[in-house]
């Protein structure tokens, strides 16, 4: 009798024991995967195969047309995963199939065709719609808001979503209370077993206070807290500097629309060492007098902008010559003369200078020494180069070479850098995370043909070919993905 009661109460204490540890480790396994964001990874995945493969045609706010319809919603208006997903790997079978959707969207979109994607997982394409449907419905986790275009070349970083702190805060109250709920049901079963086991010796039960002041619930809180603190350091750490979307106002209103879209002038002209250096370089105001030199009054903005160029070298634009002693001007002569300039032009304009003519002069000469001069020195003399705010910036920790990406990998500065072509602004299209360059390695097959930079891979990958061996060589294939590789 002694015996079994004994073997009972030692039962009960493994049982509980047992209990105790599994629901420990289940707790944290939860508060582990909502911490480090499954779902925001997928939808990060999501997010960069739409880039990378449909943002070409299908509008990336999901909402408006583009080539394409808007995606948002077109997971309900398909009702059915499997003929979504067969769409979207080969739109056109599903369409000779005739699926009544398929044909529809087919014909209402003037049989334009999209692009098969037999290359598509089903993982890819659920990842995909989840970016699609969290876009759509304005809640993706982690979105970082574009910072501020204040013109000063601010770095905005703070890159939490209001929503999503919260969501870790309420989680993390709840699973707190569910410890502590838990510690007193443990308490009462333990006391429970003891009273059984010790009758009237048993200690007394535990109150709350002793609970949440005993080490083991002091050793939690403070794991906890560095959980926390240390998850949370690390993510603004690592948003800090990232700033896709970022679009700063220029000194200058220069346009790649009009530069690169409209008189298709080559990236290369301007950025050469694209092609034969890691950096591509920010031309020189010389560049831009290649031509400035004859185009001195534009059609949008007349003497404003183009009067800058000519300002911060010290071009003479009536007299056609570099001003000799720029720097030794005062910043008087040199109002003088650039005001002289523009006044020509209104009157050569105009007729006559009249008072409309005098507020112009002034706000243009205002709008000159803002962009030439630096404000926060309080320095007012107009001269030197144009400081173009930086766009594209990687931490210093990581090698990126232009020259690899342009002439060897055969990359087009739009799978990187968007369609700059159609950009009043330049804006940072790409996010530059880890994340996104090693996904292009993954998923970029090295283009092989006609191309002497891969000489003696091609043996090798030859042969493994012809034996079927592999089907394809990609970037993370030759070694794209070693940390080495990118990391000095
Ligand atoms: C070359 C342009 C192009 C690309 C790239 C493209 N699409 Fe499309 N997509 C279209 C067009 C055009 C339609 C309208 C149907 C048609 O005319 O074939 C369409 C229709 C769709 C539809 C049906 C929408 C509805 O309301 O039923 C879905 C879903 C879709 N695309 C998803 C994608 C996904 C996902 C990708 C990227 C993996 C992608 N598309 C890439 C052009 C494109
Ligand atoms: C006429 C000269 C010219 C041409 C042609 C030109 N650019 Fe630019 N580009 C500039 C200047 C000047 C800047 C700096 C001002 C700015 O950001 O708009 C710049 C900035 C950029 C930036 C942002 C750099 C940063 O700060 O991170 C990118 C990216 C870029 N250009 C890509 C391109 C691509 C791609 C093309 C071809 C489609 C192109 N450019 C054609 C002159 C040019
Ligand atoms: C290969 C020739 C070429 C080069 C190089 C070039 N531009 Fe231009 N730029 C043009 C043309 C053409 C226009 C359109 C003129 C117009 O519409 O009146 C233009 C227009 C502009 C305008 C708008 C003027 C207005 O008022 O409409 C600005 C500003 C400008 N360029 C700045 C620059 C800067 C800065 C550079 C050097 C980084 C540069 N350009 C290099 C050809 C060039
Ligand atoms: C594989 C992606 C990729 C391709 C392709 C690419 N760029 Fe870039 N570009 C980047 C990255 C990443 C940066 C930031 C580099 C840094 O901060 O060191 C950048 C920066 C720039 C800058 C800012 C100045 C600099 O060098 O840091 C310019 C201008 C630019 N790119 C123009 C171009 C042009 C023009 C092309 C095509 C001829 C091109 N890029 C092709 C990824 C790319
Ligand atoms: C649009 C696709 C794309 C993106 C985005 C991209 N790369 Fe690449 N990368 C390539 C291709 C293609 C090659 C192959 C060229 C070669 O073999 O040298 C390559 C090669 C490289 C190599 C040489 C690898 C080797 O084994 O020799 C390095 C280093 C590299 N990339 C760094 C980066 C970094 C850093 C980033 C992000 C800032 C990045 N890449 C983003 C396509 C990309
Ligand atoms: C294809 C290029 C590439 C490869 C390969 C690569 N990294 Fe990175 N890594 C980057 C870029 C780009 C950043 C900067 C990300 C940013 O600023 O958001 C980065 C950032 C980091 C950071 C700083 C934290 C962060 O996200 O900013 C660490 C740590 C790191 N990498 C470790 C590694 C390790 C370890 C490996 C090998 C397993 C590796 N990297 C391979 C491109 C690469």
Known sequence: ???????????????????????????????????FGQDQAA???????????????????????????????????????????????????????????????????????????????????????????????????????????????????SGNSGS????????????????????????????IAAVKELGAEAP?????????TSKGMVSFAIFALIVFGG???????????????????QPIKFSHATHAGVHKIDCNYCHDGARRSKQSVIPAANTCMNCHKAIKVGSQYGTAELTKIYASIGYDPKGDTLIKNYDKKTDKEIEALYKGWISENYITEKGKMDSEGEALLASQWDGIVASLTDKESGD??????????????????????HAQHVTVGKVACQNCHGKVEEMDVVKQYSPLSMGWCINCHRQTEVKFADNKYYDNYYEMYHEQIKDNKRNKVTVEDIGGTECQKCHY
């Open 231 to 249: 998850y949370f350091t690390v993510r603004n750490a690592i948003n800090l500097g990232r700033q896709q979307g970022y679009q700063p106002e």
């Open 43 to 157: 939808i990060e995945a999501g997010k960069t195969l739409f880039k990378n493969k449909c943002a070409s045609c299908h509008n990336k706010d999901m909402k408006s047309k583009m080539t394409g319809p808007a995606l948002g919603g077109a997971q309900e208006r398909w009702g059915d995963d499997v003929a979504l997903y067969s769409w979207i790997r080969n739109s056109a079978a599903m369409v000779s199939k005739g699926h009544p959707r398929a044909v529809a969207i087919f014909n209402e979109f003037n049989k334009g065709v999209m692009t098969a994607f037999p290359e598509l997982t089903d993982a890819d394409i659920a990842n995909i719609i989840g970016y699609i449907n969290c876009t759509a419905a304005g809640n993706c986790p982690g979105d970082t808001p574009p910072p501020p275009t204040d013109g000063g070349g601010t770095t905005a970083s």
């Open 204 to 212: 007394a039960r535990k109150t709350l206070a002793e609970i949440l």
């Open 164 to 191: 999503n702190t919260m969501l870790y805060v309420f989680l993390f109250v709840i699973l707190a209370l569910l410890a502590v709920i838990l510690a007193r049901i443990i308490g009462n079963l333990n006391h």
């Open 1 to 35: 009798m002694l015996l079994s009661s004994f073997e009972d109460n030692h039962l009960a204490k493994m049982i509980y024991n047992r209990l105790t540890n599994s629901i420990l480790v289940l707790l944290f396994s939860i508060s582990l995967t909502s911490l």
């Open 380 to 401: 007012t003399k107009i001269q030197g180069p144009i400081e173009w705010v930086r766009i594209h910036n990687l931490p210093d920790h990581v090698y990126f070479n």
